[in-house]
C-alpha cells in the first residue's frame, strides 16, 4: 500500500495551463481505470473532480480534465483561475480491495 | 441534499479506544458502500476502512488492520469507525466518505478530529 507518486507543488499563471502527475505502479494506476482527483482548499474536505481517469462529475468544469498512460495519471488545469489554488490528490483502486492515494500537489496560481 | 456528518473525534491517550460516527442523509444510505478516509495534520489522504453497502465485507488499510473495526446500521443510516489501541501516529482528521462506484468518492463530510497524546 504504497502512497502514489505526486509532485509536491505546481503552479501557473491566470488563464494558462497546468498538468499535475501521479505515478503508480502496474498494481494500482497501471492496473486499473479507477483513477480519481481531488481537490482540497485548506480547511475544507476534498471534492471529486474527476473519476474513471478522465470522467468528470456534474458540476466540475470542462476546464478540468484527466488522462493517464502506463503508470502515470495526469490531472490537467486549462485557463487556470484563482479559485483553483488548492491541494490536489489523485487515488486509485490499489488491487486487493486496498484505495490508494498520492502525497498530494499544491497548486499555485501566481 | 447529500450530508455526512462526523462526530465522536476527541482527545485520547495511547493505547486507548474511540468511536467515530457518521449520519447520513439525502440518499439511499443502505445502496452505498461507506469509507473512512483520514489526514494527518499537514499531511495527504489516507485511506483508512471500507465496508460494503450491506456490511458484507470490511477492508482494511495495513496500518489500522486489527485495530479498527468499521460497521453501518442502515436502519440508522450511520457508519462507525471504532479505534483501539491508538497510536501517536493515529493523530489525523477522519473523514467519513460514501463510494462513488468505481473506487471514487463522490461525498465527503467535514471531519472530525481525533488527537492522540498522553
Known amino acids: 500500500q504504497s502512497a502514489l507518486t505526486q509532485p509536491p507543488s505546481a503552479s501557473g499563471s491566470p488563464g494558462q495551463s497546468v498538468t499535475i502527475s501521479c505515478t503508480g505502479t502496474s498494481s494500482d494506476v497501471g492496473g486499473y481505470n479507477y483513477v480519481s482527483w481531488y481537490q482540497q482548499h485548506p480547511g475544507k474536505a476534498p471534492e471529486l473532480m474527476i473519476y474513471e481517469v478522465n470522467k468528470r462529475p456534474s458540476g466540475v468544469p470542462d476546464r478540468f480534465s484527466g488522462s493517464k498512460s502506463g503508470n502515470t495519471a495526469s490531472l490537467t488545469v486549462s485557463g487556470l483561475q484563482a479559485e483553483d489554488e488548492a491541494d490536489y490528490y489523485c487515488s486509485s483502486y490499489g488491487g486487493r480491495n486496498n484505495w490508494v492515494f498520492g502525497g498530494g500537489t499544491k497548486l499555485t496560481v501566481l | 441534499q447529500v450530508q455526512l456528518v462526523e462526530s465522536g473525534g476527541g482527545v485520547v491517550q495511547p493505547g486507548g479506544s474511540l468511536r467515530l460516527s457518521c449520519a447520513a442523509s439525502g440518499f439511499a444510505f443502505g445502496g452505498y458502500g461507506m469509507l473512512w478516509v483520514r489526514q494527518a495534520p499537514g499531511k495527504g489522504l489516507e485511506w483508512v476502512a471500507f465496508?460494503?453497502?450491506?456490511?458484507?465485507?470490511?477492508y482494511y488499510a495495513d496500518s489500522v488492520r486489527g485495530r479498527f473495526t468499521i460497521s453501518r446500521d442502515n436502519f440508522k443510516s450511520m457508519v462507525y469507525l471504532h479505534m483501539n489501541s491508538l497510536r501517536v501516529e493515529d493523530r489525523a482528521v477522519y473523514y467519513c466518505?460514501?463510494?462513488?462506484?468505481?473506487?471514487?468518492?463522490?461525498?465527503w463530510g467535514k471531519g472530525t478530529t481525533v488527537t492522540v497524546s498522553s
Open positions: 466518505a460514501k463510494d462513488g462506484d468505481k473506487y471514487s468518492v463522490d461525498v
Open positions: 465496508i460494503r453497502y450491506d456490511g458484507s465485507d470490511k
